[in-house]
């Protein structure tokens, strides 16, 4: 009779077990958080504020709006005790699905987590990982000071910084991760700590380029820089300039001028050919660059230049035409050492049709459009990533780098049978190309690690880093039993 009972009790314990085992449930039982499910207006807003829509459409079980640390602490508490998947969003900019974005598990967004508090006696700005950079740059204006941030003003704090960040100002402050006095982290016990120089620094330098690895990040205590008016804007070129453009950016990365000037040099190609473009985009930290700076790239004739002098903040959200919506997007990366004016022609060269062809493979696939970036890590750049106090991509001031970015955006999530590949053939493409070179001497033999911001999810970024083992062992410390190594996705160790 009593094994009947318990028999027939055994459903009621499963259900039981179901919901107890439930985060979304859970959290919302605690009466403090705010939580959205499924049609709920603020749910669909979210899943809306992604670059690309293939993180959009992946639908999470609910999403979570935490607004203090002791917040996302009970919120990872109860995680860590269902060991449920879940994801962790900042601006969504990130494309690879899964990343900032999930299906059927809890999402915690950090929208609420937007302080910008200036403090002019340390020169320090605490900022928020819900914050844009726009916003960030927008609360600081009228206060002569900026902290190293994101280019396009609405790429979000969070992934950006942890991943490294490449700022215009990195030439005279390294990387947006050397420029962290401090951050707060929840860890996979829940408990909350404060990374810096004295306090946990092994954490503080693992978290400089180490991703979500580590715990969730939820302030990021930020150097600030002074600043004034600025000058910048972009130019466009037509296809014909294209091997006059390639000798340019590599004269001027290897050469470069000025710590103050930055650029991006990004082309383009559309649906059949439609469009093949170059976009460049200029800055310099100064109401005009000095005569000189820049000639390399304006005595090409653009077809328009809209350069001109204008607030930090003005420039960054002026960048936002280059986030287009609508789309699935891809991205990859690869890094090159940068060639010798003698080999540059063909080094450049074979890198840069392997791209176009790569993109024409895949060229009617609806909604296409194909870019490549070249961004330039001068030995400036390393140098002062070191003086700032180091990183997990711990570049040497050996050579002079460029940083690609390839991106890929389509309409429909059919062709991702035919994007995936292109997506990889891309960075495999162009690591083989590279490593030719280096082999027949046309290229140094230089390290040459990813850059997280711009890395495809089947790229294996800890295994081009010198400082992996480092990496895996902070990682051992803080995370002992790989919880957010198995419960997020992520580059992982």
């Known amino acids: 009779m009593l094994s009947s009972n318990v028999a027939l009790l055994i459903p009621f314990l499963s259900l039981f077990q179901t919901i107890a085992a439930d985060t979304c449930s859970q959290v919302t039982a605690l009466n403090t958080l705010n939580v959205k499910r499924r049609f709920a207006l603020e749910y669909t807003q979210e899943q809306l504020n992604y670059w690309s829509t293939g993180c959009g459409a992946l639908k999470p079980s609910c999403i979570l709006y935490p607004k203090s640390t002791e917040e996302v602490a009970d919120i990872v508490e109860i995680l860590y005790q269902n060991n449920e998947t879940f994801a962790v969003k900042s601006g969504g900019h990130n494309p690879n699905a899964g ?31 819900g914050n844009d950079w726009q916003d960030v740059h927008k609360a600081l204006e009228g206060t002569n000071a900026t902290v190293v941030g994101g280019r396009i003003g609405e790429v979000g704090v969070g992934g950006y910084v942890v991943g490294g960040g490449l700022s215009f100002l990195s030439t005279q402050y390294g990387w947006a991760a050397n420029n962290i006095v401090s951050f707060d982290v929840v860890l996979a016990n829940a408990s909350i700590v404060t990374a810096s120089k004295t306090s946990h620094p092994d954490l503080y330098q693992a978290l400089k380029g180490g991703g979500n690895n580590y715990g969730i990040v939820t302030s990021y205590n930020m150097v600030a820089h002074p600043i004034g008016e600025i000058w910048g804007g972009n130019l466009f070129f037509t296809a014909d300039k294209t091997d006059q453009l390639l000798a340019a950016v590599r004269n001027f990365t290897d050469d470069y001028p000025d710590e103050k000037a930055a650029i991006i040099m990004t082309g383009e190609l559309t649906a059949l050919g439609a469009v093949d473009i170059w976009i460049m985009f200029l800055f310099y930290d100064g ?33 936002n035409f280059g986030v287009i919506k609508g ?9 090159f050492p940068v060639p010798s004016i003698e080999n540059a022609p063909e080094v450049m060269g074979a890198i840069h049709t392997n791209w176009k062809n790569t993109v024409k493979e895949v060229i009617g696939v609806p909604g296409i459009i194909g870019s490549i970036a070249y961004q330039p890590i001068p030995k400036t750049l390393t140098r002062k990533a070191r003086e ?33 590949p292109a997506t990889q053939k891309l960075n495999q493409g162009t690591r083989e190309i590279v490593t030719k070179f280096q082999q027949n001497g046309k290229l140094p033999d230089a390290y040459l690690p990813l850059f997280m911001n711009d890395a495809y999810f089947r790229q294996d970024y800890f295994s081009r880093l010198r400082t992996a083992d480092f990496a895996r062992s902070v990682r051992d410390q803080y995370d002992p039993e790989g919880f957010f190594r198995t419960q997020t996705k992520g580059w992982k160790m």
């Open 287 to 319: 109401p005009s660059p000095p005569p000189g700076v820049f000639d390399i790239f304006t005595d090409i004739k653009p077809l328009t230049n809209d350069c001109k002098t204008r607030s930090y903040n003005d420039l960054l959200t002026h960048n």
């Open 388 to 420: 700032m106090g180091g990183d997990l991509i711990d570049m040497d001031d050996d050579v002079n780098r460029i940083i690609l970015e390839f991106n890929i955006s389509y309409w429909f999530d059919t062709d991702t049978t035919k994007i995936d």
């Open 99 to 129: 990343f900032s974005s999930i299906q059927d598990g809890p999402l915690i967004s950090t929208k609420y987590l937007n302080e910008v508090t200036f403090d002019p006696a340390s020169m320090t700005v605490r900022v928020g990982p």
């Open 327 to 335: 789309s699935i997007y891809t991205i990859t990366t690869e890094t």
